[in-house]
């Protein structure tokens, strides 16, 4: 049995334990060495999740209309989830635009300065204002969102 053996996929001479066992091969190893074989599958791998999501994207374009309804009709029926989506989107848009006359700060008991003020004190390091929204920081909740 040779010491050493030709990766058929990076052409490199490499010791044979770099080779997987696998019966009915030539010296009972594999063609490819132990790190192609792992390229092979994670690309295989990476393939399958590209390929996975764009039959997604392609559905939801293809069923916008019948996601966005059952979306809304599970919103109707379930008021905590409601309520619970208009004050998260009513948060949001008097954070966005600055906007002090809202019915949200009476539900949580602050006023728009207060309530930034609170926000900053939970900053972490890179959080700011500016990256606030899509792409950046978001406000999320502690425990279990449940009314
Ligand atoms: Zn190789």
């Known amino acids: ?18 080779f997987l066992k696998i019966e ?26 590209e390929k996975i999501a764009k ?21 109707r029926k379930n008021k905590s989830i409601r309520l619970s989506a208009n004050l998260a989107s009513n948060c949001n848009y008097v954070l966005k635009r600055n906007s002090s006359d809202s019915l949200i700060f009476k539900y949580i008991g602050l006023d728009l300065i207060e309530l930034r003020k609170y926000l ?20 999320d909740h502690n425990t279990q969102n449940k009314i």
């Open 1 to 18: 049995m040779p010491i050493s053996r030709f990766c058929h996929a990076c052409k490199n001479t490499r010791e044979v334990q770099y």
């Open 24 to 49: 009915g091969y030539t010296f009972g190893r594999k063609d490819d060495c132990i790190d192609c074989c792992y390229k092979k599958k994670y690309i295989k791998s990476a393939a399958l999740k």
């Open 55 to 75: 039959y997604q994207k392609e559905y939801h374009i293809k069923n916008r209309k019948i996601l966005t309804k059952k979306k809304v009709d599970k919103n």
């Open 120 to 139: 900053e004190s939970l900053f972490k390091p890179g959080m700011t204002w500016k990256n606030y929204g899509r792409g950046g920081w978001h406000i």
